[in-house]
């Protein structure tokens, strides 16, 4: 996505305008939340993300009411997202949506198979004289975070990451993030079809709206599975997005939360 000079895109008032509309004000609604850069800022070392306080109490409210469900779709894995937001109750949906865990829905996409971490020793040896790379193994994949590799060492990072993922012949895809690369199943799968699939498990049925807000551009193909069917919310400065709306930072998210646990509903 093309970075912003000067003011960043801020669709708010726009977002706020179609939040007080009816549908949104009235109906029963599936809140779908990345993690990283959403709920938390991104930190020099992954395991350092946390709710800030105000957040945790946003999630707590919303969980809450009767005609709202929560999800978090994030990278991680579920237990690690179990541990960071720590609400019991509500979806988790981890691996880029390749697995759920909810209410009733315990989920793993049918050919998402455990990934033997021999895959990853080829890499881990090459990165070895990188210092600050973290390999970190998911069940599903593995993530390479370079947020502490100073800039200097980033390209051959980077080379190392590819060349890697060249010898797995097509069994992974590659995903950039913000100072990450993901390496996951190569399977037609992405967070917005996560959602669409815990929604389809709410009772009432087809009675749900559902929004979905990400940061990344790993994000921008859930905001494309999503288009027409989920108000989408792209955090961040850029100017474009096939999400709806674009927010310029995280401390909108909050904003965001404040407007779904405040509007009239049915509890
Ligand atoms: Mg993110």
Redesign the pocket.
């Known amino acids: 996505m093309e970075r912003v000079r000067g003011m960043p895109r801020n669709d708010w008032s726009k977002l706020k305008a179609r939040l007080a509309r009816t549908d949104f004000r009235r109906g029963k609604l599936l809140v779908g939340l990345?993690?990283?850069?959403?709920l938390s800022e991104i930190t020099p070392h992954p395991a350092d993300a946390a709710l800030s306080p105000r957040t945790a109490q946003l999630l707590k409210a919303l969980r809450g009411r009767s005609d709202t469900r929560l999800a978090i779709i994030?990278?991680r894995g579920i237990g690690d997202l179990r541990r960071l937001v720590g609400l019991h109750g509500i979806f988790y949906s981890g691996n880029h949506g390749l697995q759920i865990r909810g209410p009733g829905l315990r989920w793993m996409h049918p050919e998402a198979n455990e990934v033997d971490r021999a895959v990853w020793r080829g890499l881990e040896e090459g990165l070895k004289d990188i210092p600050g790379a973290i390999v970190e193994h998911k069940i599903l994949g593995a993530a390479i975070h370079y947020r502490q590799v100073r800039p200097e060492h980033r390209r051959r990072l980077s080379g190392l990451v590819r060349a890697h993922h060249r010898s797995l012949s097509g069994r992974f895809r590659i995903l950039p993030?913000?100072k990450i690369f993901d390496l996951r199943p190569a399977l037609a799968w992405d967070k917005g079809r996560a959602l669409d699939m815990i929604r389809q498990r709410l009772e009432p049925r087809f009675a749900w709206n559902a929004v979905f807000v990400?940061?990344?551009k790993?994000?921008e193909e859930a905001f494309l599975t999503l288009a027409g069917t989920a108000l989408t919310v792209r955090v961040g400065r850029v100017s474009r997005s096939a999400a709806q709306y674009v927010i310029p930072g995280r401390s909108w998210v909050d904003h965001l939360l404040e407007e779904l646990v405040r509007r009239p509903g049915a509890s």
């Not at 990345?34 to 959403?38: E, I, L, N, R």
């Open positions: 990345d993690f990283d850069g959403v994030s990278g993030g913000k990400g940061d990344d790993t994000d």
